[in-house]
């Protein structure tokens, strides 16, 4: 019995070390990931258009659109005029009713330009790519890492857990979002994490708080995340209630629900929006 309680404790810290090397394996890899995203923001020369609307619509003080400025058309306008629009000044800092108004008569949930107002906010008449660049390296790298907890739920094997982030990390489809100075980073983060955690009810570990502050923030960050919220959640229910667990599915798809509606009463604009805008 000894011989076999020491042959089962060699096993369990053998599986520690591998664990904990793969983890270390991990890091690197996200480490290298995060520097190279971080050169290729280096690299940024140009912006799309939505990009520089980011920029207007968290910082141009109750003003959504730049055209529909009065004098806009037909007019000679100094540098000075569109750098109001893309940065905040010293009067309009942390200015988020703002903010809240521009997203209002836009088409987007504020949660995003709250955030890049934010980082603008603390450089009042700068205008820098990092300002938005910033944010997104930092989802992107917590996006990685969701995956790969999501991979060792999913897959079973510390090995190939390694795989979806190390595919998706190098990706032009994942640089491409990062550097994109929009919203999508971020809304891939809340995507994912919300998989995470559902995988977590579906392992009778459910963290309802956790999965409540995420349907809000990304309901608020993008509309999209909750047609994601939808089938995550009816698969995740659906199986539950296979395995007769009545309780803890109830309250998962209350909590999910809870999350959509407290994002609705922030931002009122909400349903008109999802049921009327021209998107």
Same mark, same amino acid.
């Given at each position: ?18 664990? /904990? ?24 020369? &140009?912006?799309?258009? *939505? ?5 207007? =619509? ?12 009065? &004098?806009?058309? +037909? ?18 800092? @942390? ?5 809240? *108004? ?29 300002? &938005? /660049?910033?944010? +997104? ?11 790969? =907890? ?5 897959? &079973? *094997? +510390?090995?190939?857990? /390694? ?10 489809? #994942? /640089?491409? %979002? ?9 809304? %891939? ?24 502050? %995420?349907?809000?923030?990304? #309901? ?12 995550? %959640? #009816?698969?995740?229910?659906?199986? +539950? ?9 109830? =309250? @998962? ?11 609705? =009463? ?14």
């Amino acid at each position: 019995r000894r011989e076999l309680q020491m042959s089962c404790e060699k096993r369990i810290a053998m599986r520690k070390i591998k664990s /904990l090397n793969y983890n270390r394996i991990f890091v690197i890899i996200l480490t290298m990931q995060i520097l190279n995203l971080l050169f290729w923001g280096a690299q940024k020369g &140009g912006y799309y258009i *939505d990009e520089m609307s980011s920029y207007g =619509l968290s910082n141009g003080y109750y003003c959504p659109f730049l055209q529909d400025t009065e &004098g806009y058309m +037909n007019h000679w306008h100094e540098p000075s005029f569109y750098m109001n629009w893309l940065t905040t000044s010293e009067e309009d800092r @942390f200015c988020y009713g703002s903010v809240y *108004d521009n997203q209002a008569n836009d088409v987007h949930p504020p949660f995003y330009y709250f955030l890049l107002h934010t980082i603008c906010s603390l450089f009042p008449n700068i205008f820098s790519k990092w300002f &938005g /660049l910033l944010p +997104n390296v930092i989802f992107f790298g917590l996006t990685v890492f969701c995956l790969f =907890l999501l991979s060792k739920k999913l897959l &079973g *094997d +510390n090995k190939l857990s /390694l795989v979806p982030p190390l595919l998706y990390g190098f990706s032009v489809g #994942g /640089l491409s %979002t990062a550097v994109y100075i929009r919203m999508y980073m971020m809304l %891939t983060f809340w995507g994912i994490l919300f998989l995470y955690l559902a995988v977590l009810l579906l392992e009778d570990k459910p963290k309802y708080l956790a999965t409540f502050a %995420t349907v809000f923030a990304g #309901g608020m960050t993008q509309y999209y995340f909750w047609i994601l919220a939808f089938f995550a %959640t #009816g698969t995740a229910v659906i199986w +539950n209630l296979c395995r007769k667990k009545w309780k803890s599915t109830i =309250l @998962f798809a209350t909590t999910v629900l809870a999350g959509v509606v407290a994002g609705i =009463l922030l931002f009122c604009c909400a349903k008109k929006r999802q049921l009327f805008a021209i998107r």
